[in-house]
């Protein structure tokens, strides 16, 4: 899946992934779900600690902006900080799924682009870290987490001593294979309070913004 924007690294003592810094983006509130209380909250509260500095609704930022900035328009504020909290939003959810399987959202996300590859479950760092639109720091950092944890394995390019190529163990595929069916039906939920035409159309103009900002990104710079 893709994520617009880079990831703070993996902590192996923190069960929720830290996400980006949101500027002015609205805080997600923790998830309300059937577990049982005590460890489900506190992987909730450690996913949205920082976040939670954050909960003022958009439009009361954009009226905030009217009123101190009047000289401008920031009505586009509304579009693109409810796209990063829906986003956000979804954070808990997934969590729930990936923390009983020592993962979050951002290690799951590498065993998931290995997989998807097909056999032999392989990529080389810069095609991982491309998929996923992260820097080598932030890739490097959940690599050694999975390292760690038997999940993937480095191995050496045969036709070049200087590259590597990260592959996904037996105990790898085994647990993403296991955890995959839970994440897309986790992801069914939430989409079913749309419904299928609202999320085709949801999902045609996403993807009409996401092709005009592709091309401002390969387009020439002004002179």
């Given at each position: 899946?893709?994520?617009?924007?880079?990831?703070?690294k993996?902590?192996?003592?923190?069960?929720?992934?830290?996400?980006?810094?949101?500027?002015?983006i609205?805080?997600?509130?923790?998830a309300?779900?059937?577990?049982?209380?005590?460890?489900?909250?506190?992987?909730?509260?450690?996913?949205?600690?920082k976040?939670?500095?954050?909960q003022?609704?958009?439009?009361?930022?954009?009226?905030q902006?009217?009123?101190?900035?009047?000289?401008?328009?920031?009505?586009?504020m509304?579009?693109f900080?409810?796209?990063?909290?829906a986003?956000?939003?979804?954070?808990?959810?997934?969590?729930n799924?990936?923390?009983?399987?020592?993962?979050?959202?951002?290690?799951?996300d590498?065993?998931?682009?290995?997989?998807?590859?097909?056999?032999?479950?392989?990529?080389?760092?810069?095609q991982?870290?491309?998929?996923?639109?992260?820097s080598?720091?932030?890739?490097?950092?959940?690599?050694?987490?999975?390292?760690?944890?038997?999940?993937?394995?480095?191995?050496?390019?045969?036709?070049?001593?200087?590259?590597?190529?990260?592959?996904?163990?037996?105990?790898?595929?085994?647990?993403?294979?296991e955890?995959?069916?839970?994440?897309?039906?986790?992801?069914?939920?939430?989409v079913?309070?749309?419904g299928?035409?609202?999320?085709?159309?949801?999902?045609?103009?996403?993807?009409r913004?996401?092709?005009a900002?592709?091309?401002?990104?390969?387009?020439?710079?002004?002179a």
């Open positions: 899946m893709v994520r617009i924007g880079t990831r703070s993996d902590r192996t003592s923190t069960p929720a992934e830290t996400e980006p810094d949101a500027g002015e609205p805080a997600p509130a923790p309300r779900t059937g577990r049982r209380k005590g460890a489900a909250e506190g992987g909730a509260k450690k996913g949205t600690a976040a939670g500095q954050l003022v609704p958009i439009n009361a930022i954009v009226e902006w009217h009123r101190e900035r009047p000289d401008l328009d920031p009505e586009p509304r579009l900080g409810a796209l990063a909290q986003h956000l939003l979804t954070t808990p959810y997934m969590n799924v990936l923390e009983q399987h020592g993962l979050v959202r951002g290690t799951f590498v065993l998931s682009a290995l997989r998807r590859a097909g056999l032999p479950y392989s990529l080389t760092p810069k991982l870290a491309e998929s996923l639109l992260l080598g720091a932030g890739m490097t950092n959940r690599l050694d987490r999975l390292e760690s944890l038997n999940l993937i394995a480095r191995l050496p390019e045969p036709n070049d001593r200087r590259s590597l190529k990260i592959q996904l163990t037996q105990k790898g595929v085994k647990l993403i294979d955890i995959i069916p839970k994440f897309v039906e986790a992801q069914h939920r939430l079913a309070r749309l299928l035409a609202d999320t085709e159309m949801l999902l045609g103009l996403l993807e913004l996401s092709a900002l592709m091309e401002d990104i390969g387009a020439e710079p002004s």
